[in-house]
């Protein structure tokens, strides 16, 4: 089976942080996705990357930057977190194919206050 | 402009009933998915259907696709409790999905 994990669950953190969340897949999968969900928004895309050390800009970029420095691991980075940025972070996983299936973690919901 | 925008937002029904869901979108698309979300959860994808596909079953699962209409319906049969959650259409440009917001189905016991 296809494992998507993220490193929390559950984050706080205060305005001004830099924040780190951790996205790995077990599955030797080329893309890797990072989504922000939202009531009422729907699931947006932030970055993708489909290639190591490889990345392309989501519909909602700005106030994020990622880093993929290994296949597995793709890593989203809010440089100074800001209440606009409390949300629930999806991170997705896609063979290196196009119109396939996404694998999809549990979830991280942050929370900035 | 949105891409997969489902109806009805929400729907409540009992045990036993069938469920029908709604997606319509705006360009042309190679495939269609179909994903679950339950409360708090990541996605799980379902099912996928082929732009020259009009029909696809998988289980209780009934997809439909009109492409001239560019409209897709997930009907679950006989529904249980359990199916309550957030579904989403998706639709396909290379690797990227985009998705509507999604129907949220609560079975009633």
């Known amino acids: 089976d296809v494992k998507v994990t993220q490193s929390s669950r559950y984050l706080v953190k205060r305005t001004g942080e830099k924040v780190f969340l951790e996205c790995v897949q077990d599955m030797d999968h080329e893309n890797m996705f990072w989504y922000r969900q939202d009531p009422g928004l729907g699931l947006r895309l932030i970055y993708f990357?489909?290639?190591?050390?490889?990345?392309e800009k989501g519909d909602i970029p700005e106030g994020y930057s990622v880093s993929r420095e290994k296949k597995e691991r793709f890593s989203l980075i809010l440089e100074s977190a800001s209440t606009n940025q409390t949300s629930m972070y999806l991170c997705?996983?896609?063979?290196?194919?196009?119109?396939?299936?996404?694998?999809f973690g549990p979830g991280t919901r942050l929370t900035v206050l | 402009s949105q891409q997969g925008e489902e109806d009805p937002q929400a729907l409540s029904i009992q045990e036993g009933e069938n469920a029908t869901m709604n997606c319509s979108y705006k360009?042309?698309?190679?495939?269609l998915q179909w994903y679950r979300q339950n409360s708090g959860r990541g996605l799980v994808h379902l099912i996928l259907?082929?732009?020259?596909?009009r029909e696809k079953h998988s289980g209780r699962l009934r997809v439909t696709l009109d492409t001239s209409k560019k409209s897709s319906s997930l009907l679950i049969t006989a529904s249980r409790a359990a199916d309550t959650a957030s579904y989403f259409c998706a639709t396909i440009s290379g690797s990227r999905l985009t998705f509507g917001e999604g129907t949220q189905l609560t079975v009633n016991p």
């Open positions: 360009t042309s698309i190679n495939n």
């Open positions: 259907i082929r732009s020259n596909e």
């Open positions: 990357s489909y290639d190591v050390k490889m990345k």
């Open positions: 997705a996983s896609s063979p290196g194919l196009a119109g396939v299936e996404q694998f």
